[in-house]
């Protein structure tokens, strides 16, 4: 809010806040509608198969491993603090752990992205043209869906459009957020630093719009689509 210049502090020029909060308010709105769009187009041309969305993904330099049913990845990938789906990149020694880990993984398993037969064969540390510089996508062959893909493509998409709530701080509060306190804000947020809040904040903002968009392209696209399918089928045996 904008001081009033005839306060009577004797001031020339009124006292103007160091942040613009409207126009940021707007310029995020602005990037939340253009990633938006982007993930709307990508889905659309690629939601019949969801290895379609991993290749369009690894287009676009960022990996995409799957993991297969075995509990030993799953326990390593627990352990170095992450969890299935889209990972930003981070400068720690975590992410570093969590690429040796991948390659290694993917150098004993003959690859091929589930449910699309015309994928070529090969391992999964062949991706000359991707890189972690921009994340990575760690999946579980439950999770390799088209809805699923498209909430984490949402998360990759805005990271790499430069919106907030992708640092280490941001996520490592969002994990605390969710498995420690089950999604409910409480009173340890009175005991937190400025910069904390900011963080936290943005990250619950960043996954509270993937998830709007889950709905909205569920409703546009993907239900659609499927109820089509069903009324092909039925045509077919009639």
């Known amino acids: 809010m904008v001081a009033n210049p005839n306060n009577g502090m004797g001031h020339d020029n009124p ?20 990633v938006a769009d982007i993930a709307r187009d990508a889905i659309k041309a690629h939601y019949t198969d969801p290895a ?11 990996p995409v491993y799957v993991f297969g049913r075995g509990l030993f990845q799953h326990f390593c990938l627990w352990a170095l603090g992450f969890e ?6 981070a400068k720690g020694r975590r992410y570093q752990l969590l690429q040796q880990f991948l390659k ?5 398993q003959v690859f091929r992205f589930p449910s699309l037969r015309s994928h070529p064969q090969g391992k999964q540390d062949k991706k ?23 909430h984490q493509l949402h ?16 996520q490592r509060l969002y994990r605390k957020f969710w498995n420690e306190n089950n999604g409910q804000i409480g009173a340890e947020v009175y005991k937190m630093k400025a910069e904390d ?42």
């Open 52 to 62: 379609l969305l991993a290749e369009f993904i690894e287009r676009h330099q960022t």
């Open 84 to 89: 299935p789906g889209f990972i930003p990149p």
């Open 15 to 34: 006292i103007l806040p160091e942040v613009d909060t409207f126009k940021l308010v707007a310029e995020t709105r602005k990037q939340v509608m253009a």
């Open 155 to 170: 998360h990759w998409l805005a990271f790499r459009s430069g919106m907030r709530g992708y640092c280490e701080r941001s």
């Open 128 to 150: 000359p043209d991707c890189h972690f510089n921009h994340g990575v996508f760690v999946l579980t062959r439950p999770l390799f869906t088209v809805g699923f893909i498209s």
């Open 104 to 108: 290694l993984q993917s150098s004993f």
């Open 197 to 238: 809040m900011l963080a936290l904040k943005a990250a619950i903002n960043r996954d509270m719009e993937a998830l709007q968009f889950l709905k909205d392209i569920a409703s546009e696209v993907l239900i659609p689509a499927k109820q089509a399918r069903h009324i092909s089928k039925g045509k077919a045996s009639a």
